[in-house]
């Protein structure tokens, strides 16, 4: 006998959500016995627009991070800011827990609205020990800060 | 075509496709933390979000590509793939929008960039799914 269409349809239907409902368990429980598993809940930053950010940096209550590459930096960058490349994450974990103080908002910024650095920097410290809570990201980037007058520029290596 | 030639190319499609997936899905399920980060850099997912994505998606290639290898199951699994293909189609096609220059996320650690070419290869895949997803093909 055959079986009506809408029947069928239904069954592959529930059979398709059974077999995501299996993997998703099987996958949630996995996470949560290795040894590294990600946290439930990502990292979360603060999108900071350059107002606020300027004011902050100006009244010593954030520290800007720059996670452009070490030539761009030396190039021009925000003066007083950090130069964390992401190439660099490690030292750069480091950096931020001895040379900074705790109570100090981290701001990454990175080239410009489309570039990665500023966000993948962010979330390694978020995942190695830094609170979200400190982080922001200046997602406008290096190119927004150019063409702001506001906070002093430098150029040259990082001390 | 006549009914053996196409359960052969029925066999040869659900091998291939899974064969992708289960690489794609086990690269990813082995570094997790830059499979997530390879959804942030998209700027779709809430950061909140982002971690649980990076969990379930492997976990969804690698069922379905396992379910294509079962005769009762390979529909469900062309299924599932349809779906995640149509995901990072979409998810291509707004960073390519947005000027974003960044790693498709597609296979782990030997990630290409995304750009008009994955979008090409998605579109296969796709295809692919489709095509065993109908009923005369998948087999259930």
């Given at each position: 006998?055959?079986?009506?269409?809408?029947?069928?349809?239904?069954?592959?239907?529930?059979?398709?959500l059974l077999l995501a409902a299996v993997a998703s368990g099987a996958a949630l429980l996995a996470n949560q016995l290795r040894p590294h598993g990600l946290a439930w809940r990502g990292p979360e930053f603060r999108a900071i627009a350059l107002a606020e950010m300027t004011t902050l940096v100006l009244s010593g209550q954030a520290q800007l991070v720059d996670a452009r590459p070490t030539a761009e930096f030396a190039a021009g960058h925000v003066a007083g800011a950090l130069n964390l490349p992401e190439e660099e994450k490690t030292l750069a974990l480091q950096r931020?827990?001895?040379?900074?103080p705790e109570d100090q908002l981290l701001i990454v910024y990175c080239r410009g609205?489309?570039?990665?650095?500023s966000l993948r920097l962010a979330r390694f410290l978020a995942q190695n020990g830094v609170p979200a809570?400190?982080?922001a990201v200046f997602q406008p980037g290096w190119e927004a800060l150019q063409a702001q007058t506001a906070l002093p520029l430098a150029t040259g290596a990082a001390p | 075509m006549n009914p053996g030639a196409r359960r052969a190319v029925a066999a040869a499609s659900a091998w291939?496709?899974?064969?992708?997936f289960l690489f794609a899905g086990l690269e990813k399920w082995l570094q997790p933390g830059a499979f997530a980060d390879a959804i942030a850099d998209y700027r779709l997912l809430p950061g909140a979000?982002?971690?649980l994505a990076a969990v379930l998606i492997p976990a969804w290639e690698i069922a379905a590509a396992l379910a294509l290898l079962v005769p009762g199951w390979r529909r469900s699994g062309a299924l599932i793939i349809l779906g995640l293909c149509a995901v990072f189609f979409a998810a291509v096609v707004s960073a390519l929008?947005?000027?974003?220059?960044?790693?498709?996320?597609?296979?782990?650690p030997l990630a290409r960039r995304a750009d008009w070419m994955t979008l090409l290869l998605d579109l296969a895949l796709g295809a692919c799914a489709l095509y065993l997803a109908k009923p005369s093909r998948g087999g259930t």
């Open positions: 006998m055959t079986r009506p269409r809408l029947f069928s349809a239904s069954s592959l239907l529930g059979q398709t931020v827990f001895r040379q900074l609205p489309e570039c990665q650095a809570s400190r982080l | 291939l496709l899974a064969g992708i979000w982002v971690n929008a947005r000027g974003l220059d960044i790693d498709c996320g597609c296979f782990g």
